[in-house]
Nanobody, 122 residues
Framework: QVQLVESGGGLVQAGGSLRLSCVAS????????MGWLRQAPGKEREFVAA????????YYADSVKGRFTISRDNAKNTVYLQMNSLKPEDTAVYYC???????????????WGQGTQVTVSS
């Protein structure tokens, strides 16, 4: 089992940047596919980005491709989401997630953090 704690959310103007961090408990972080998902008010939770065990493969939603970058540091048990060129429609609660399966087989992530609010003003 793994516990996830996100940080780095906040209020930013459109066009600005934020970096989210997610620290995982335990000594098996490198065995989990890691992901970021988000949920805007009145909308369903949606996939944002994911990264494989080594960090060499990354996956993005079309809506964030070219603006967001996911990365991981297995020595620090941390996954990051660098968000650039932020838009008001990026406003949401962002959740870190972990799963033992490879990304292509994940339909519902096993472990979730508590979420961090990102608000982008126009």
């Amino acid at each position: 089992q793994v516990q996830l704690v996100e940080s780095g959310g906040g209020l930013v103007q459109a066009g600005g940047s934020l970096r989210l961090s997610c620290v995982a408990s335990g000594r098996t972080f490198s065995t989990y596919t890691m992901g970021w998902l988000r949920q805007a008010p009145g909308k369903e939770r949606e996939f944002v980005a994911a990264i494989n065990l080594s960090g060499r493969s990354t996956y993005y939603a079309d809506s964030v491709k070219g603006r967001f970058t996911i990365s991981r540091d297995n020595a620090k048990n941390t996954v990051y989401l660098q968000m650039n060129s932020l838009k008001p429609e990026d406003t949401a609660v962002y959740y870190c997630a972990a799963d033992k399966r490879v990304f292509s087989t994940i339909s519902k992530w096993d472990y979730w953090g508590q979420g961090t609010q990102v608000t982008v003003s126009s």
